[in-house]
């Protein structure tokens, strides 16, 4: 071999033992042989037997797996977190968020409603009530728009906002009256707080509070009963407004009753919810009223 630096072939052959006795011959006489046989020995030495070749792979292999498997748990690990992050999000979502829920009922209507503590209330005829409440925070503070009779559980303070007034409780009986101009709260049971613009007042068992003008008045029932006569059938009236006294009838009956101006003449009495022409007479009779059925739907009321 006469070339000083031999094509990649050539070496090739040479390491592998593929070259004639002659070009053995030839390139251990030339000058490039020396270098490449130091080379060559380098490589040799460096070499490991297969065995220790077979072992190395194994053992890069079994790293490759716990690499895996290592990746595949941490994995597992942040998919059960993730989850159980969401669940738990999901469940403080429902807790700090509270769901807004409300009843109403029509005329002619009376319906009894569970709260969520256990508490009951009887919401009377053309009346809403609603509640914000959570697993966190059961309902213990509602809006009243119209007439209710609440049984309230012991427990934290339970509070009916209406758009006159407050009352307060922590666990009684008591009614809430307030439509348009009128507040009126009795109690039956426990004791009742009850603010109106700067005025409070603390009812026991048998009293009442009604706004006249621009204030409360306090009332002392005769008795004490176990709940509101509307309740039990009749609606009761102490010097109401006789235009609020047809008012009440039309939502306890769905009438129409058209009357002349009433607003100076005050009614203290009563009237049913099951009989309208008694319901008619009583009223009417004790103010010199009458009254004539101008179809099934409409009353008209004269001097």
């Known amino acids: 071999m006469n070339e000083p630096h031999p094509d990649n072939e050539f070496l090739l052959r040479w390491l592998n033992g593929g070259l004639s006795a002659e070009e053995q011959r030839e390139w251990e006489a030339s000058e490039a042989y020396p270098q490449w046989e130091a080379m060559s020995g380098i490589l040799r030495r460096a070499a490991l037997p297969p065995a220790d070749k077979d072992a190395a792979y194994a053992r890069l292999l079994e790293a490759r797996r716990q690499r895996l498997r290592v990746r595949a748990q941490r994995m597992r690990v942040w998919r059960l977190a993730a989850a159980a992050a ?3 999000l999901f469940f403080l979502a429902l807790g700090l968020f509270p769901r807004k829920q409300s009843w109403t009922t029509a005329v002619a209507e009376q319906r009894p409603v569970s709260l969520p503590d256990g508490s009951e209330a ?3 005829a053309a009346t809403t009530l609603s509640y914000r409440s959570s697993w966190l925070r ?5 809006e009243l728009e119209g007439e ?11 509070t009916v906002n209406t758009p006159r007034g407050q009352v307060r409780v922590l666990g009684t009986r008591f009614n809430v009256l307030s439509r348009g101009e009128r507040f009126e709260v ?6 009742v707080l009850v603010r109106y613009a700067a005025q409070q007042d603390t009812l026991k068992p048998g009293q009442k509070v009604k706004k006249e003008g621009q ?7 005769t008795s004490v009963q176990p709940s ?4 039990r059938g009749e609606s009761v009236f102490e010097r109401t407004p006789l235009p609020e006294v047809f008012r009440e009838m039309e939502r306890q009956y769905g009438l129409d009753i058209r009357h002349p101006r009433l607003d100076n003449r005050l009614y203290s009495g009563r009237f049913p919810h099951d009989d309208i022409e008694k319901a008619l007479e009583l009223v009417c009779g004790a103010m010199g009223l009458e009254f004539t059925f101008v179809n099934q739907n409409t009353v008209q009321v004269t001097e």
């Open 138 to 142: 059961p309902a213990r503070k509602l």
């Open 215 to 221: 204030k409360l008045e306090r009332q002392q029932e």
């Open 122 to 124: 009887i919401l009377n």
């Open 228 to 231: 509101p006569p509307w309740t």
């Open 148 to 158: 209710a009779y609440f049984s309230v559980l012991s427990g934290p303070p339970f």
């Open 86 to 88: 969401a669940v738990a």
């Open 186 to 191: 009795a109690c039956m049971e426990g004791s």
